[in-house]
């Protein structure tokens, strides 16, 4: 008794979606955009922030001035894969991991052009 007003209730004069297509491609055409914009908003930007940050980080040479993402400005010691070491005052030399670099304020001299300066 309860199920025969919900077998009288039919969809075949509903209205159709937008542009005359189906409810689900409608709703679909109205997601594609906004994840177009969502792309080129937010996620592109962020992935030429991150390019830009790893060719600096992977730039850094000894005797650069370095500040770290916790504020530490330095001077570069030394130079391994992952990490740096950072003299952050005379005689402190700390162990810090390249991805913690925020920028890198002054450029050291090349190690060739140092020598050379020397002679």
């Known amino acids: 008794m309860f ?3 919900a077998f009288a209730q039919t969809t075949a004069g509903a209205a159709p979606g937008i542009a005359g297509l189906p409810e689900p491609f ?3 055409l ?6 177009v914009l969502f792309y080129f908003l937010m996620i592109r930007p962020q992935q030429q922030r991150m390019k830009a940050h790893q060719a600096m980080v992977s730039g850094v040479k000894r005797n650069d001035t370095v500040v770290l ?7 570069v010691v030394r130079v391994e894969d992952k ?8 005689g402190v030399s700390v ?3 390249k991805a913690m670099i ?3 304020r002054t450029r050291g001299e090349p190690a060739a052009a ?3 300066a020397k002679v």
């Open 83 to 90: 990490e740096i070491g950072l003299e952050i005052a005379q």
């Open 26 to 28: 409608g709703s679909l």
């Open 102 to 104: 925020a920028e890198v």
């Open 3 to 5: 199920a025969t007003p």
């Open 30 to 35: 109205f997601f594609v955009p906004l994840f």
């Open 95 to 97: 162990k810090v991991v």
């Open 114 to 116: 140092a020598n050379d």
């Open 69 to 75: 993402n916790s504020g530490v400005i330095g001077k």
